[in-house]
């Protein structure tokens, strides 16, 4: 791919390579993911949108220098700080940096060094909710779905306070465009206490919308190094445009 970096972006991080980006290629139907209620030629349309976006939106992120994106993940922690608060016994989960996204498991470390508990992603099971184990930066980690490295299996599994989620694209609602697998979506719905779910990317992400579904779940708070965008105040503009 013409001007894409090193892909993988994770210095430091052994012999683990990225996975080879075939999620937006997957059809939501296959996923397990609930369509219902859609039109079928809108919601073709829409898929068919989302594919083309995934993939302008990820060669426009792997152009961005590596120095470039370094500015940003510090920018886009200090905002994370703001918005965690005190994690001091708090359950925070990041994420593996594939393939441009912002690295923030130096700040995953920070929260460690503040007294949070600290986990990653897994992908348990094709079509169910990701499952979330206890990790911390040193520990040992094998290869999960697509490669993406993961803490073993025999990790104790915790839920969550907070959930990060790497973000392909977003709108100002806080509806996030991911990889098109639906696992934090589905996760996000299955959860018995939701926790605060935010979504972490670039401020050249952003789409006026991303034709939400019934399947998309919101997130609660959107961080690029531009700005924290909130769904509580998306909501209240909305209300306001409509006279609520």
């Not at 859609?38 to 989302?50: E, F």
């Not at 911390?136 to 599994?157: F, H, S, T, Y």
């Not at 965008?229 to 209300?239: F, G, K, L, N, T």
């Amino acid at each position: 791919m013409a001007g894409r970096q090193d892909d993988h972006d994770d210095e430091g991080g052994g012999s683990f390579s990225s996975p080879p980006c075939f999620m937006h290629e997957v059809d939501p139907a296959y996923m397990g993911l609930d369509m219902g209620g859609c039109d079928k030629q809108q919601r073709a349309d829409v898929m068919r949108w989302r594919k083309a976006e995934r993939t302008r939106l990820i060669e426009q992120r792997l152009a961005i220098s590596m120095a470039e994106r370094q500015a940003h993940t510090e920018v886009i922690a200090r905002q994370l700080d703001e918005i965690a608060g005190d994690v001091s016994g708090k359950i925070v989960s990041a994420y593996w940096p594939i393939r441009g996204e912002p690295d923030l498991r130096g700040w995953l470390a920070r929260v460690a060094e503040r007294g949070g508990v600290t986990a990653l992603p897994v992908v348990a099971a094709k079509a169910t909710p990701l499952v979330f184990r206890l990790w911390r930066q040193g520990e040992p980690l094998e290869k999960g779905v697509w490669n993406i490295p993961v803490p073993p299996e025999g990790a104790q599994e915790v839920m969550p306070d907070i959930v990060l989620a790497p973000i392909v694209g977003f709108d100002r609602s806080c509806y996030r465009l991911g990889y098109g697998g639906g696992y934090f979506d589905r996760t996000l719905e299955a959860a018995p206490k939701r926790p605060m779910a935010i979504g972490v990317g670039y401020a050249s992400m952003e789409l006026k919308t991303i034709y939400p579904q019934p399947h998309d779940m919101a997130l609660d708070v959107i961080v690029t190094e531009r700005e924290i965008i909130e769904r509580r105040e998306a909501e209240a503009r909305a209300s306001a445009g409509t006279g609520g």
